[in-house]
């Protein structure tokens, strides 16, 4: 459970270093002044995604093939295992508790508890929009099936939108079109290059993750400047690559936007959005239609984009190395015949709440044995100490031998390792410090 806990905080860190990364870009001009064109700066938006999802996923990945690998890497930058671990009541969240009608709750779980709730708040609101999604495609009206698209025509919407949310690749058109053939011709070719582009899978990617992480508002800001870049590159390719007449179809989205009535759709990518990130009322439609005046073809883009590929691929690596330096014990003064021992995953001990109301620090030395599999056996308290400061403390007092043992069972070590065969390592102590904090 605290694996997962780290795995899912070390996502939502990395998914705000990327928004970080490419809000500098942005700034500083990397993907304006260089003229990087819209179609680029899709495939890098989609490179940052997926490379911190791969960057969170890689420990696990490389662990499940060469077990013990990070952690020695980790042995390796930090110059040994610190043998002193401190635990600070009121900092860490295992630690905190907060009473409601007699009951006791850690921090970890009352936060716990509100994400699952807001997940499942969220879980309920794209049941609300897939259940709507579908009852606008069930009342539709079958057209025709291209290469497995399923084209259907709707009173019930003003722009065309193109979903896969239920499955099936569909793209819908208003009705109203019907009347005009040359602007019903424009729109099908506009979803069609969505289709080509992938945009309503990777939709469905960004609400799943809106979905799992609600809270962070990195997430959500990623799917606007997503639904911005993607029309944006549509409209590149339909101009350059399918030679659109960029005057009809700046007139085709202007008259879409005067009558477009849509409802709220679920990983659907609208002609023209509902909404942009700009904040400001059909600010993107400008900005759309301003780009079709002085769209041109670079020949250098691909060479452009690998260079800007290389920089926040760079940027984003070095974050990386960052956040799970979070995992990596911080080196301290240990014997020299420790500096091999280093822990893959270390529990908090719970403070004890009679230390807490009577204002007790300490510290206890357990000493254990590492098996063959790098988890704890035969732990027992050596040494002890309990009073109002660390120096003033007096020895073999128990109070925190039971919470020591209790988290220090749970720890989890890098096999040790003896002619390429992993054996167990007896006699390692290890001193859990407790200590008040304000």
């Not at 928004?19 to 700066?41: F, H, I, N, P």
């Not at 930058?77 to 006791?104: N, P």
């Not at 529990?347 to 709440?353: D, E, K, R």
């Not at 007092?397 to 003896?418: M, R």
């Amino acid at each position: 459970m605290t694996a997962m806990l780290a795995l899912y905080l070390k996502l939502n860190l990395l998914l705000a270093l990327t928004s970080m990364l490419w809000l500098v870009a942005r700034t500083l001009g990397l993907l304006q002044l260089a003229a990087l064109d819209a179609r680029q700066q899709l495939r890098l938006a989609r490179g940052l995604l997926i490379g911190a999802l791969l960057l969170t996923l890689a420990p696990l990945l490389i662990d499940s093939f060469q077990p013990g690998l990070l952690a020695q890497w980790s042995k390796t930058m930090t110059g040994g295992y610190g043998g002193t671990y401190t635990v600070v009541a009121g900092t860490t969240s295992t630690l905190a508790l907060i009473h409601v009608k007699g009951l006791r709750f850690s921090i970890g779980e009352l936060c716990g508890l509100l994400v699952l709730a807001g997940l499942l708040l969220q879980a309920m609101r794209v049941g609300r929009l897939w259940w709507q999604l579908r009852a606008l495609i069930n009342v539709a009206t079958p057209w025709k099936r291209i290469a497995g698209v399923h084209l259907l025509l709707s009173t019930d919407t003003g722009t065309p939108f193109t979903t896969r949310a239920l499955g099936i690749r569909h793209i819908v058109l208003p009705t109203s079109m019907l009347h005009n053939l040359p602007q019903l011709r424009l729109a099908l070719k506009h979803e069609l290059q969505h289709l080509r582009q992938r945009d309503p899978e990777w939709l469905l990617m960004l609400e799943l993750a809106k979905l799992v992480c609600w809270w962070n508002p990195v997430v959500h800001w990623w799917h606007l400047e997503y639904d911005r870049l993607h029309e944006l590159a549509c409209d590149e390719a339909l101009v350059l690559e399918r030679r659109v007449d960029s005057r009809n179809y700046g007139n085709c989205l202007l008259d879409v936007a005067e009558t477009a009535t849509v409802p709220m759709l679920l990983a659907a990518s609208t002609m023209v959005p509902r909404a942009n990130w700009y904040g400001k009322p059909h600010s993107q439609l400008r900005r759309r239609i301003m780009k079709l005046v002085a769209m041109k073809n670079d020949q250098h883009r691909n060479l452009k984009a690998a260079l800007y590929g290389l920089l926040l691929g760079s940027g984003l690596m070095g974050g990386t190395l960052v956040v799970l330096a979070a995992d990596v014990p911080a080196p301290g003064p240990a014997p020299w015949k420790y500096r091999d021992v280093v822990p893959l995953l270390r529990v908090n001990p719970q403070y004890p709440q009679e230390a807490l109301d009577r204002h007790l620090v300490g510290w206890v030395t357990i000493q254990f044995a590492i098996t063959e599999t790098g988890t704890v056996d035969d732990a027992k308290v050596v040494a002890s100490c309990v009073g109002e400061t660390i120096e003033t403390c007096i020895r073999n007092e128990t109070l925190f031998n039971e919470t020591s043992l209790v988290a220090l069972q749970k720890w989890q070590y890098q096999p040790q390792i003896k002619d390429g065969h992993p054996y167990r390592r007896e006699g390692v102590q290890t001193m859990l410090k407790f200590v008040l904090e304000n």
